[in-house]
């Protein structure tokens, strides 16, 4: 019998960080799955069960250290050694730059990047002893440029960009895989169901990411061995202009 082994998902909703808590719960992970909101995570749990997995809710505030330190080490203390942590907070947000209030773009930079700053840092901190683990950071088109109404969105990924980039150099030589994939596209969620039906109604064409085709990728990055880690890929429609 293999020793349990826990993922973390910050960030869990209904489309890709779901699909890869469901992905890696097929494998025998535990899934520890976080939103501020926990009851919003019950349909996933409950699938997750269905299938054979284990999976455990969370309502926390990503955002708040204290929330975040004792996350971590609960998990670490009652479920499971946490071999795998993805962040996939988004934060997407568009305003024109003289209508970018100093709230928004701080709470912008909170979610997609101090949140993401605090989960590696306490990841990092559980798994170095034992010299294994992944760290994933999910990335955005904003992480690779800035274009008009993203200013705040395409800072905050950017910086994030930058924290995964830092902590790959620091850690790989320590044994732990820190990779930044780049999701460059519209992913199939009730949003773009909803607000982009143009651009949904190419999802038959496969012109929209799946979210298991993510999580897919996310696997396959965990899966690499040591001597030919990735860290930052891009995964995007066939049909997308870049």
């Known amino acids: 019998m293999t020793d349990p082994k826990a993922i973390l998902v910050i960030g869990a909703g209904d489309a890709t960080g779901g699909a890869i808590a469901r992905r890696f719960a097929r494998e025998g992970y535990i899934a520890c799955v976080t939103r501020r909101n926990a009851d919003k995570l019950q349909p996933l749990l409950e699938q997750i069960r269905a299938e054979g997995g284990q999976a455990h809710g969370f309502g926390s505030d990503a955002r708040k250290e204290d929330e975040m ?39 912008v930079w909170e979610m997609a990047c101090f949140s993401g700053f605090l989960m590696g840092r306490e990841c990092a901190k559980a798994m170095l002893p034992r010299g294994r683990g992944t760290i994933l950071f999910t990335g955005a088109t904003a992480s690779l440029r800035g274009r008009e109404g993203f200013a705040a969105f395409a800072g905050a ?18 044994g732990i895989h820190v990779a930044h994939p780049v999701i460059d596209g519209a992913i199939d969620t009730e949003f773009i169901r909803s607000n982009f039906p143009e651009r949904y109604a190419m999802k038959d064409r496969q012109g929209i990411l799946s979210p298991d085709s993510i999580a897919e990728a996310y696997w396959q990055i965990h899966q690499q061995p040591r001597d030919a880690w990735t860290h930052e890929t891009e995964l995007r429609p066939w049909l997308e202009t870049w």
């Not at 203390?77 to 773009?105: H, K, L, M, Q, W």
């Not at 990924?157 to 320590?174: C, D, F, G, N």
């Open 69 to 107: 330190v004792a996350l971590v080490a609960q998990i670490e203390r009652d479920i499971a050694p946490i071999e795998v942590a993805v962040f996939n907070i988004g934060a997407n947000v568009r305003f024109a730059i003289t209508e970018t209030t100093a709230r928004v773009y701080f709470k």
């Open 157 to 174: 990924k950017h910086a994030l960009r930058a924290l995964a980039q830092s902590m790959a150099r620091e850690l790989w030589p320590q």
